[in-house]
Structures are given as structure tokens and as C-alpha cells.
């Protein structure tokens, strides 16, 4: 395969991060005096920050939340989630063998996900897959986040090797989306975080594990531009 720019989501994508997510919303429902909500609903709530999984958690069990309790309990998710990023998390079937064969191959790699950056720094370490990446970055690292396609303009930016065509691997209509609008390919994987059936997220391709990613990568054509 030709070398390529390619850009990972993080949650749902690299890692499942579910239920690391899970414990710390239910800590903060349980805080507001709410009702823990089930792992799998929470699957259906991620991708587009705390902010937004707290809103969502809040909805689903009782009245919605006022802007002042959304901001007491953000602080109370980023200190509970903070030290427990990496508990119970885990690597995606895959995903280390496909990075280091994408590095061979010459491919520049990074992660742009709507996770706090610092957050995504520490997993990537934690995990092992941060030697691979020239850039990460977060939904706090610019004034927007997907599905805004500037958080990908951006992201690539900083990456070094600028000509070589790029390419977003995501689990959400946020990374399919603002792919698009950037103007590059994309692949979504089937096994992420998501309220639309992945077969109708739009990807250029649909893989059901990081086994395929390569292939699918192949069967897509890039001509050497940026």
C-alpha cells in the first residue's frame, strides 16, 4: 500500500472505552441523585464529550439538566474519569498489529477524537500505541470538534509528511461526517459507539475488525496529493 495521512477516532474506534465512561456517568447520575444507567445505553451516548454524555444521562433519567448542574457535574466527571481512564478500557481487537503495519507501509498516524486531549495522551500511552502517532489531538484543542471538518484540517496540519493523501477511521456519524466535509476518504468500523446502524453512517468502506483495515484501505484509491 502506498504511505498515507491517517487519523483514528479514539473512543469506540481504538479503544473500548465504554466502560471506563459507564462507571463515571453513573457517578455523577448517582451524585445528582439519579439512577445509574445501563453500559449499553451508554454505548449510544458517547462521541461528543463529557458535556454531552452528562446531557444525555440526564435526560434518560429525569428532568434535563440546567446549565449550572451540567457545570457542577462536569467537574465532578473530568476529577472521577481522570483517575480512571484506564480501569477497566480496553484495545480493540487488532488494532496494535494494524498500527505497526501501517507504520512499516510508511503511513503518518494521529488521533483526533472529541476526548479532552489530555485524557487521549494518557491513554495513548497507557495502551501502548502512543510511539505510533505524530499528533493528538482533542475536542478541547481547537475551537471546534467533528462534526466540524477544521478539527481534521486542523489535525492534519500539524502532521509532518503534508502531500501524502489522508484518510479518517471512525465509529460515529461525527467522524464519517466531517471526513467528508474535509474532503477525505474514510472507513467506519462496525464494533464502535453509535445511534445510527453503522451500515448507514455513509463510509467510503464498513470493516467489522481491524484484521480488514488494510484491505479496505487498498480497495480505496488515493492519488498522491493533499
Given at each position: 500500500?502506498?504511505?498515507l495521512?491517517?487519523?483514528?477516532d479514539?473512543?469506540?474506534?481504538?479503544?473500548d472505552?465504554?466502560?471506563?465512561l459507564h462507571?463515571a456517568?453513573?457517578h455523577?447520575l448517582?451524585?445528582?441523585?439519579?439512577?445509574?444507567?445501563s453500559?449499553?445505553s451508554?454505548?449510544?451516548?458517547?462521541g461528543q464529550?463529557?458535556?454531552?454524555?452528562?446531557?444525555?444521562?440526564?435526560?434518560a433519567?429525569?428532568?434535563?439538566?440546567?446549565e449550572?448542574q451540567?457545570?457542577e457535574l462536569?467537574?465532578?466527571?473530568m476529577?472521577?474519569?481522570?483517575?480512571?481512564?484506564?480501569?477497566?478500557?480496553?484495545?480493540?481487537?487488532?488494532?496494535m498489529?494494524?498500527?505497526?503495519k501501517?507504520?512499516?507501509?510508511?503511513c503518518?498516524?494521529?488521533?483526533?477524537t472529541?476526548?479532552p486531549?489530555?485524557?487521549?495522551?494518557?491513554l495513548?500511552?497507557?495502551?501502548?500505541?502512543?510511539p505510533?502517532?505524530?499528533v493528538?489531538?482533542?475536542?478541547d484543542?481547537?475551537?471546534?470538534?467533528?462534526?466540524h471538518?477544521?478539527?481534521?484540517n486542523l489535525?492534519?496540519?500539524?502532521?509532518?509528511q503534508?502531500?501524502?493523501?489522508a484518510?479518517m477511521?471512525?465509529?460515529?456519524?461525527?467522524d464519517?461526517?466531517?471526513?467528508?466535509s474535509?474532503?477525505i476518504a474514510?472507513?467506519a468500523?462496525?464494533f464502535?459507539?453509535t445511534d445510527?446502524?453503522?451500515?448507514?453512517?455513509g463510509?467510503d468502506?464498513l470493516?467489522?475488525?481491524?484484521d480488514?483495515l488494510?484491505?479496505?484501505?487498498?480497495e480505496?484509491n488515493?492519488?498522491q496529493?493533499?
Amino acid at each position: 500500500m502506498s504511505p498515507l495521512r491517517i487519523l483514528f477516532d479514539l473512543d469506540g474506534t481504538l479503544l473500548d472505552t465504554a466502560p471506563d465512561l459507564h462507571q463515571a456517568l453513573n457517578h455523577c447520575l448517582n451524585f445528582a441523585g439519579r439512577q445509574s444507567v445501563s453500559l449499553e445505553s451508554v454505548k449510544h451516548m458517547v462521541g461528543q464529550g463529557a458535556r454531552v454524555l452528562l446531557e444525555k444521562g440526564l435526560a434518560a433519567t429525569g428532568e434535563k439538566g440546567s446549565e449550572q448542574q451540567i457545570d457542577e457535574l462536569f467537574d465532578v466527571f473530568m476529577i472521577y474519569y481522570g483517575e480512571h481512564l484506564s480501569d477497566s478500557s480496553l484495545l480493540f481487537p487488532g488494532v496494535m498489529e494494524s498500527l505497526s503495519k501501517l507504520n512499516d507501509a510508511g503511513c503518518e498516524l494521529g488521533i483526533c477524537t472529541n476526548k479532552p486531549v489530555k485524557f487521549a495522551k494518557i491513554l495513548s500511552k497507557d495502551f501502548g500505541f502512543d510511539p505510533f502517532m505524530s499528533v493528538i489531538t482533542g475536542g478541547d484543542s481547537f475551537s471546534v470538534r467533528k462534526p466540524h471538518p477544521d478539527h481534521i484540517n486542523l489535525t492534519l496540519d500539524q502532521m509532518t509528511q503534508t502531500t501524502l493523501p489522508a484518510l479518517m477511521v471512525g465509529d460515529s456519524i461525527n467522524d464519517i461526517s466531517a471526513a467528508k466535509s474535509a474532503g477525505i476518504a474514510n472507513i467506519a468500523v462496525s464494533f464502535g459507539y453509535t445511534d445510527i446502524a453503522p451500515n448507514e453512517l455513509g463510509a467510503d468502506k464498513l470493516i467489522d475488525h481491524f484484521d480488514e483495515l488494510i484491505p479496505a484501505i487498498n480497495e480505496l484509491n488515493f492519488s498522491q496529493t493533499s
